[in-house]
Every structure is written in structure tokens, then in C-alpha cells.
């Protein structure tokens, strides 16, 4: 009695599941490099051993130009990196804005290596009379 195989080996492999795999992938690594928000200014930051773990969702960041052409001042303020400047009496009023629906307001302040303590506490002001906490950003030593 010759006990035959009904069903055939089939040697075909389909891609459909590793396509999908791919895919997947690449959809995670496209939405975790946007969550990356670097500082779009080259700033010369103050070293500090210090470092905080804290997260800001906002960014202040002030430039110092000092006597370069075409610049409207020796100081440019600058929200979340923006490469265009705003005037420091639009600062506060961004700042609340970009804030207004945060639990634990936080902001960093990037500022210059070269940019006077005066003009980073006009930013600190801000967050003081705002009930908001503030990060000085720095490079580390």
C-alpha cells in the first residue's frame, strides 16, 4: 500500500511581512528625528559641569552679532532656534504663547558666550513674572 502526500512543498517565499517590517521602521526612525529639536543658531555656549535633566519645550536663544553689517542690533532674540530675530518686546509675548497650554511651563535660555549677564536676566525677568522655570543652557567642560 503506497501512502502518497496530498499536499505539495511549495519553495516560494513571500516578501509582504518584511516588507511591512521595513516599513515600520522607517516610519519610527521618521518620527523620532523630528521629536529632535537642535538649536538651528551656532552659538558659543558657556561650559558648566552642571547639567539638568529637565526638559524645556521652548527655546530662547540670543545672539550676539556684535559689529557685523545688516544687523538690526548687537543683540538678536531668537524663539525655538528661528533664524529670523524678533525685537525683545515680542519676546515675552511669544514665549506666553508657546506656554500657555503647558503643565509645567519650562523654557531654556541659549545665550552667547559673549552676550552680557544684563541682557540673559531681561529673559530671566520674563520667566519670573510668569510663574515659569527657566534652564540656562551649556556646553559641557
Not at 91 to 115: C, H, R
Amino acid at each position: 500500500m503506497a501512502i502518497k502526500r496530498t499536499t505539495r512543498v511549495d519553495s516560494s517565499f513571500s516578501m509582504s511581512s518584511m516588507t511591512d517590517i521595513v516599513f515600520l521602521l522607517l516610519i519610527f526612525f521618521l518620527v523620532t528625528s523630528t521629536l529632535i529639536n537642535p538649536n538651528a543658531l551656532k552659538l558659543l555656549l558657556p561650559k558648566s559641569t552642571g547639567q539638568v535633566s529637565a526638559k524645556a519645550t521652548v527655546s530662547v536663544s540670543i545672539k550676539d552679532w556684535g559689529k557685523e553689517k545688516g544687523k538690526a542690533g548687537p543683540y538678536t532674540f531668537h524663539i525655538n532656534g528661528e533664524e529670523t530675530a524678533i525685537d525683545f518686546s515680542e519676546v515675552e509675548g511669544a514665549v506666553i504663547g508657546l506656554l500657555q497650554d503647558e503643565e509645567d511651563p519650562t523654557f531654556s535660555i541659549y545665550a552667547d558666550e559673549t552676550v552680557p549677564v544684563g541682557e540673559v536676566v531681561q529673559v530671566m525677568n520674563i520667566a519670573k513674572r510668569n510663574h515659569y522655570k527657566v534652564i540656562m543652557a551649556t556646553s559641557p567642560e
